[in-house]
């Protein structure tokens, strides 16, 4: 018998959001089921950044994601940008697995309640079930000491579902406890 650590977001995925999608989707077949298959973090990183600044966030990206970024680097020189070919403009991790669970788990009890007047995250997905966030301070991440700051900066969050379309992603999305905005609200303001 293994004494292996099971994600708490994990479990409650397997043994109530999976038996829920069954009965009000109909799947025939435990596999048809959308789960979530990857959370990619995306940071953009500035132009004239020196090598302390990209360490920086090289280190804090890491404490985020629990697993070290990958530096992006251009393909082309653009003059007007002060853009040389070669040049470090962005960082980013792919997350699967146990770490793609607790990275999740993480955002969505203790990243996002901890924004300030935080109403919900917008409920548009991309078409073909995965959602997009962007978060413009990654301050909000409890493993990021403030004092250690010196440039803040935004972070993009994909989270890549296998839902065929945008419904069975956003109604995984909501069972797995994601705060999206309340539609009815938005409907009322537009009617007054």
Known sequence: MSNKHIPSLKKLYVEQVVPELVKSRGYKNVHE???ISKIVLNTGI??????????????DLAAIAGQ???LAKSKKAISNFKLRQGQVVGA???LRGERMWDFLYRLLAVA???IRDFRGVGSKLDGQGNYNLGIQDFTIFPEITVENVKKSMGLD???VT????DE???????LLGMPFRRVESAAKTNAA
């Open 92 to 94: 980013h991790v792919t």
């Open 168 to 174: 069975e992603g956003r109604e995984l999305l909501k």
């Open 157 to 159: 969050i994909t989270i």
């Open 112 to 114: 996002l309640p901890t």
């Open 68 to 70: 070290k970024p990958v």
């Open 46 to 59: 500035d132009a004239e950044a020196d090598k302390n600044q990209i360490s920086d966030i090289q280190r």
């Open 33 to 35: 089921v959308p789960k």
């Open 162 to 165: 296998t839902a065929s379309n």
